[in-house]
């Protein structure tokens, strides 16, 4: 789409360089789609453009991963079979970054989407369908927020995205960065995720995860308007999980657009939520590691005439 009303495009990662009709400009993928005017009252003026920030995509310590917030999908993707991971040893030989691949492929989006789009342009356009929220918020990451007169400061990204749509940042703040700590990254994690149609956007993504000290923590994202963490230690038995279903996800909160019925959105989320709860309570290594992509690509299965994708057991 052109954006015929962009007066200026400016280079750089200067929060204080903004001011009102201006746009971050990561990849490009939903401003040139939505147009100038999909953004607010008034249509957009400048474009900053981040794409000479030159942020490392991926940073490993033994503490954990830090993403840029301009690490495409497509870098994201490449991580886990990354040199930079290997040459770190055992360190980093994080079970957790099984559901990298599952997360990504969650987009099903086209070439250009996918070698474009960035982490912190998902975060940022905030969609309860948004992959990479799924990724982040499941492995308990912090965003580093930038704001004018050099400030900073973090949030987890579970509570980053507030709505559909919707975020914690103020006019002119920059997602700089995503940190994802080793203690989630060590973590036995479970994938679940259910579309509509093959190669649809995902209606109900979950991701569990099991600490070394037998926390189970479980992450609802798509099915709801934003991510819903639910933290048990011990893992819970199935009523109890429901309970703390019921309780943490009211009928409102669950999402209501073409990708899916709220109502399904919730049975699902009930049915993919004990399944992770399942596959986490047996004893490590009895069953496939679903994470793995083992079941790709997806197949159908009898509930609702979805399909299910990476995790299935066995429609
Ligand atoms: C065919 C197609 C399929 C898609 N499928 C999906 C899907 O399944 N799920 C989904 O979630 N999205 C989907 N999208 C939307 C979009 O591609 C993704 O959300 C993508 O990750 C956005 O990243 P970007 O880098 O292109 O963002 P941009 O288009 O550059 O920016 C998006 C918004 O975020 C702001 N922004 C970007 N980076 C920052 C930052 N660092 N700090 C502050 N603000 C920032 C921008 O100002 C803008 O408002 C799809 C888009 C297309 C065209």
Known sequence: MDMNTIEAVLRTTDPAEWRDGDAWLAGGTVLFSYGSYAFGPEPLRRLLDLGSAGWPAVTVTGDGIELAATCTVAELYALPESPV???????????????????????????????MSTVGGNLCTSLPAGP???????????????????????????????????????????????????????????????????LGRSGVLLVGTLDGGGQLTLTVTAATQRPVQLRFLPAPDASELREALDEAIP?????????????????????????????????????????????????????????????????
């Not at 040459?87 to 996918?114: I, Y």
């Not at 704001?147 to 940042?169: H, I, K, M, W, Y």
């Open 85 to 115: 991971l290997a040459n770190r040893g055992p360190a980093t030989d994080w079970p957790a970054l099984d559901l990298v691949r599952p997360c990504c492929d969650s987009f099903v989006a086209s070439f250009k989407v996918w070698n």
């Open 251 to 315: 009928e409102d909160l669950y999402h209501d657009d073409i990708h899916g019925l709220p109502a399904w959105r919730r049975d699902m989320t009930y049915r993919l939520a004990e399944e992770i709860r399942d596959e986490l309570a047996a004893p490590e290594g009895t069953l496939p590691r679903a994470v793995s992509g083992d079941f790709w690509p997806p197949r159908p299965v009898s509930a609702g005439n979805a399909w299910m994708s990476s995790g299935q057991k066995g429609a």
């Open 132 to 198: 990479m929220i799924s990724l982040c918020a499941g492995l308990d990451g912090t965003v580093t927020i930038l704001g004018p007169g050099c400030s900073s400061r973090e949030l987890p990204v579970a509570d980053f995205v507030t709505g559909d749509g919707q975020n914690a940042l103020a006019p002119g703040e920059l997602l700089r960065s995503i940190r994802l700590p080793a203690s989630a990254l060590s973590s036995r994690a479970a994938f679940r995720r259910l579309s509509l149609s093959n």
